[in-house]
Nanobody
Framework: QVQLQESGPGLVKPSQTLSLTCTVSGASITTNNYFWNWIRQPPGKELEWVGALDSGGNTSYNPSLKSRITFSRDLSKNQFSLQLSSVTPEDTAVYYC???????????????????????WGKGTLVTVSS
């Protein structure tokens, strides 16, 4: 069974960098045909896709957040991480890491990064941005 678990500080001060790590077990993050995503949900708001990492380490970011995002991975620990810089209270949210299967249109791969395309989710971790 694939399991994902988020970890990192639950409180970050405004203007600082939010850092989270997703530890994956039961599947390698280098396995072909999967994306590894960060998704967040601010209180009272809809789920928002943050970004994705593919099996080769290539990244895709939500355009609204792209300038502040850095993804990374540690293959020795089967982990991938999110850094979101210059945070404000509007970045307060439950943050999830997820797995997404690549889809194929004939032989052409693609991904929607929609929430309903995620086959495994971490339980989520609340990060509060506050002074």
């Amino acid at each position: 069974q694939v399991q994902l678990q988020e970890s990192g500080p639950g409180l970050v001060k405004p203007s600082q960098t939010l850092s989270l790590t997703c530890t994956v077990s039961g599947a390698s993050i280098t396995t072909n045909n999967y994306f590894w995503n960060w998704i967040r949900q601010p209180p009272g708001k809809e789920l928002e896709w943050v970004g994705a990492l593919d099996s080769g380490g290539n990244t895709s970011y939500n355009p609204s957040l792209k300038s502040r995002i850095t993804f990374s991975r540690d293959l020795s620990k089967n982990q991938f991480s999110l850094q979101l810089s210059s945070v404000t209270p509007e970045d307060t949210a439950v943050y999830y890491c997820t797995r997404e299967a690549v889809r194929f249109n004939s032989a052409s791969p693609y991904a929607t990064h929609a929430a309903d395309g995620m086959d495994y989710w971490g339980k989520g971790t609340l990060v509060t941005v506050s002074s």
